[in-house]
């Protein structure tokens, strides 16, 4: 094997850090949202729930409790040694995700169904629904045919699918402090935008290499690992 080149290290070395602060970036705002818009619904009053999900309390509760799992346990995934070391725990814990994507994706699908805002932001987040299930019945489908590099294209797919909860919370924000449109207008623009764009941009990434690098990229290359935290070291 030849030895990188003093350019090459500085161009990984690069790209670890920009990864890694993207994983911290993701973290924080993850908690930010996860503490202020999430944890009040644990508590199971009129006066937490409001007068607009109350009526579907017991349907949110199990939403938002799929999703904290779906959020705890996903994150995980994606450290190397975990996968390395401990396959089985790798394997119930990816079990645990996908059962509570299927809890949070339909419980969802009926909150999406029973929302009274707009028409687009119900279909918008009825659409989100039905990525969550299918991006992680791919992953799944895809491991139970033992194609590994499938399964982590699709599960990466899954997780940014996940996330849409902070990209939503974090879009009206931003569309809030710059006064875009009305309340009902940034819900429904958010409803769409908190997934597609961050696929759109997940897509870009994937393909990035073969598109630009043509035939100077390794057909069997591993690229999905350009997404992983390097904690401990290379798996
Ligand atoms: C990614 C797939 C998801 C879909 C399709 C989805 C769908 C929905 C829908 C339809 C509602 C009700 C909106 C309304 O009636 O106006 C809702 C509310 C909510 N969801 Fe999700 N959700 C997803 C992920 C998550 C995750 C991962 C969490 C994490 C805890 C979460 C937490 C909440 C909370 C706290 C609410 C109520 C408060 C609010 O709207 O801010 N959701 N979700």
Redesign the pocket.
């Known amino acids: 094997m030849t030895p990188a080149s003093p350019s090459q290290r500085t161009g990984g070395g690069f790209s670890h850090l920009v990864v890694t602060a993207s994983w911290v970036v993701v973290l924080c705002l993850t908690t930010h949202y996860?503490s202020t818009?999430?944890l009040r619904?644990l508590v199971v009053t009129p006066q937490a729930y409001g007068l607009y999900?109350w009526p579907r309390a017991s349907w949110?509760l199990l939403?938002?409790l799929a999703?904290?799992v779906?959020?705890g346990t996903g994150l995980p995934q994606f450290w190397p040694r975990l996968r390395r070391d401990h396959v089985k725990v790798h394997r119930v814990v990816g079990r645990v995700y996908l059962s509570s994507v299927v809890l949070?994706?339909a419980t969802?699908l009926f909150?999406?169904t029973?929302?009274r805002?707009t028409p687009t932001y119900a279909a918008g987040?009825a659409f989100?629904?039905v990525a969550?299930l299918t991006t992680s019945g791919m992953a799944f489908a895809a491991i139970l045919n033992r194609n590994v590099d499938q399964h982590k294209q699709w599960m990466i797919r899954s997780y940014v699918?996940?996330l849409?909860?902070v990209s939503f919370?974090l879009g009206e924000d931003v569309l809030a402090y710059w006064g875009i449109g009305t309340k009902a207008d940034r819900l429904s623009v958010m409803s769409w935008a908190c997934w597609a764009v961050p696929l759109l941009f997940t897509e870009i990434a994937f393909q990035a290499r073969p598109v630009f690098l043509g035939r100077r990229a390794a057909p069997t290359g591993d690229w999905s690992r350009a997404f992983e935290p390097r904690i401990g070291g290379p798996a």
């Open positions: 996860v818009r999430a619904f999900f949110l939403h938002v999703g904290l779906a959020i949070g994706g969802g909150l999406a029973t929302s805002v987040l989100l629904s969550w699918v996940t849409a909860f919370r």
